[in-house]
């Protein structure tokens, strides 16, 4: 049984709204944001601000598409992964538990993106196919 050629689209789409949605809702709100990455004890929350906007946003809408997909949901899984390191880390806190398992899974859907690629449906694919005709 071979698999429908549409479902790494929707696999990504899925995935990528998460990302997409974080990053637009910081840019309606910085200072909320700004704020919360400052009670983490992160450094430099302006600057990490900025560049979780950057990465949520340019790299949800890259995965949606579907456009250098590995190298993007290799971005996004690091930057995941060290989300839930420095957001997350309360285990005591069973809300803090659960973002960061979702964090986890998250990253386990990027890391099956980079193994099998973006699919049919993607810029990656489309770019492959007009190089083989050339």
Do not use: C, W
């Not at 071979?2 to 689209?9: E, I, R, W």
């Not at 990490?48 to 250098?68: R, S, Y």
């Not at 809300?95 to 993106?113: E, P, R, S, W, Y």
């Not at 099998?116 to 810029?123: E, M, Q, T, Y």
Request: glycine share 8%.
């Amino acid at each position: 049984m071979s698999t429908p050629a549409y479902l790494p689209a929707l696999g990504r789409l899925l995935i990528a709204l998460i990302f997409v949605l974080s990053g637009l809702s910081k840019i309606a709100a910085p200072a909320n944001a700004i704020a919360y990455i400052q009670s983490a004890g992160a450094p430099f929350a302006p600057a990490a601000f900025a560049v979780a906007v950057i990465v949520e946003v340019t790299g949800g809408l890259a995965l949606l598409v579907g456009f250098q997909t590995r190298l993007v949901a290799a971005a996004l899984a690091i930057f995941t992964l060290a989300a839930a390191v420095l957001f997350h880390n309360n285990m005591a806190d069973q809300n803090q538990m659960i973002h960061f398992m979702k964090n986890l899974a998250i990253t386990g859907g990027l890391l099956q993106v980079i193994a099998f690629g973006a699919g049919a449906f993607s810029l990656d694919n489309r770019r492959k196919s007009a190089s083989v005709a050339a």
